[in-house]
């Protein structure tokens, strides 16, 4: 990588002395390119929906005394737009976190509860591909800060999780003390991540497979949301992974009141 800098000679009295002036502009260069493949990459992820939907709409105006044509069309507009819904809403979520505020108004969070709650909005999509969602780990943990970008958190890996595992497999969502923190991690047994792409898959827009994350409907933002709740919490999140055996992300927060406090309880199935 290079390194930039802004050089300034200024003129300093009357001896022919001159004041020079280097500034590494490294960062704000690498910032301002980050920004912009971040504007591209929206514009290209609005663009492809937004085309998607006029070329059906004028489908359909041809396909007028066709009634099954119709609906076939009128079924993938809906999906197209459905796309478009998740992905204004991940922007809107990461828009408001990822400004490296910490969480605005942190309290106790209990665990399990968060966990139920993401698990019961992640059952739909594991019901149709038969993976069973399992809770487990240790009860009665609460960590300090934000109950919603929890879930929120919770929600995307999980849904990663049955994304990117085949049917008839299991995802492991539990919780455990680790001193001043409470870890939470979701393991599933799937395709996996190599190991090269480990470090950026929490870049937004960042994809192993671009097609087959847009065919689970992905937008891409997922892990990034989920890096940026860490990070406001003062926390973070990890991965381990094995191609072809499966990933598991853990979340490790700050526990409240700073010391988790472990109650051992057996795993129960959902
Ligand atoms: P996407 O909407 O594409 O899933 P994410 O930010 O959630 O976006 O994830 C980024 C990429 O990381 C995915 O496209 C996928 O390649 C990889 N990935 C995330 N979670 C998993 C997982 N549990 N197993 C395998 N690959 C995963």
Redesign the pocket.
């Known amino acids: 990588e290079s390194t930039t800098f802004a050089v300034r000679v200024a003129p300093l009295g009357s001896h022919g002395q001159v004041l020079v002036l280097a500034e590494d502009q490294t960062e704000r260069r690498r910032v301002e390119a980050v920004r912009r493949d971040f504007v591209a990459n929206v514009s290209h992820e609005l663009k492809t929906p937004v085309g998607a939907l006029s070329l059906l709409a004028e489908t359909i105006q041809d396909a007028a005394d066709d009634p099954e044509a119709v609906r076939r069309f009128a079924g993938r507009m809906q999906h197209e737009a459905a796309r478009l819904t998740y992905l204004v809403q991940d922007l809107i979520t990461l828009s408001r976190i990822q400004g490296g505020e910490p969480v605005p108004a942190p309290g106790p969070v209990p665990v399990d509860e968060a966990m139920h709650e993401a698990i019961d909005r992640c059952n739909t999509k594991a019901s149709a591909k038969d993976i069973t969602l399992v809770a487990g780990g240790t009860e009665g943990l609460s960590i300090f800060g934000d109950d919603e970008l929890l879930v929120t958190a919770l929600r995307?890996l999980i849904d990663?999780?049955v994304?990117?595992s085949p049917e008839h497999t299991r995802v492991v969502v539990s919780a455990r003390p680790a001193g001043d923190c409470v870890e939470v991690s979701v393991s599933?047994q799937?395709?996996?991540?190599p190991e090269g792409a480990q470090e950026r898959?929490f870049e937004r827009f960042?994809?192993?497979?671009a097609a087959r994350?847009r065919a689970t409907g992905?937008?891409?933002?997922?892990?990034?949301i989920v890096k940026h709740v860490a990070v406001a919490h003062g926390g973070e999140v990890t991965v381990w992974s094995k191609e072809g055996s499966g990933?598991t992300f853990t979340l490790r927060l700050p526990a409240f009141g700073g010391q988790a406090v472990p109650v051992p309880r057996t795993t129960i199935p959902l």
Do not use: W
Request: proline share 0%.
């Open positions: 995307n990663n999780a994304a990117y599933d799937g395709i996996g991540i898959i960042f994809r192993v497979d994350s992905g937008t891409g933002l997922g892990l990034a990933s």
